[in-house]
């Protein structure tokens, strides 16, 4: 291999691993946390349960997500999401009108987004617990994982 076949190999092996950092090492691109302090975790399984014994579900994904499909008699708040993806977001970045979740702290609310790659429903509970609500469910696998169960939409 003669010099200018050398550089190019160890260039273009020096830029995959600045993509490689980029794209695994930035928080972007990291899943939820397993886990929310004073948020109970739940599946599909779990949340249909939960929905069927009327427990308020909140759905924080944009108007038009919302709008394509959601969890039946899911409400709409969307999370507007400015800061970091990460478990110590700067939540004053973002917004969330919680005066639309009902007034009483002790009611159970159940949220949702889209999936674990997906920050808002970790965010907005956050905000909702924050709040002084007491009973925050956190359907963390979101949407996705309703669909996958076949679990009614609209």
């Not at 830029?15 to 397993?34: K, Q, R, W």
């Not at 249909?48 to 997500?65: P, Y």
């Not at 999401?81 to 159940?110: G, H």
Request: net charge positive; with cysteine; aromatic share 10%.
């Amino acid at each position: 291999m003669n010099f200018n076949s050398q550089n190019i190999v160890r260039n273009a092996f020096v830029l995959s691993a600045a993509v490689a950092v980029l794209l695994f090492g930035n928080t972007a691109f990291a899943d939820t946390p397993g886990s929310l302090k004073n948020a109970i975790l739940v599946d599909a399984v779990k949340a249909k349960s939960l929905i069927d014994s009327g427990v308020k579900v909140v759905d924080v994904r944009v108007a038009n997500e919302y709008a394509e499909s959601h969890i039946k008699g899911a409400i709409n708040i969307p999370y507007k999401e400015k800061s970091a993806k990460a478990v110590d977001f700067d939540a004053s970045q973002d917004s969330i009108d919680l005066s639309k979740l009902p007034a009483d702290k002790n009611t159970a609310i159940l949220i949702y987004c889209n999936g674990p790659e997906c920050w808002k429903s970790y965010k907005a509970s956050t905000a909702t617990i924050k709040a002084g609500y007491k009973a925050v469910y956190w359907f963390r696998l979101g949407i996705p994982e309703w669909k996958a169960k076949g679990y009614p939409t609209e």
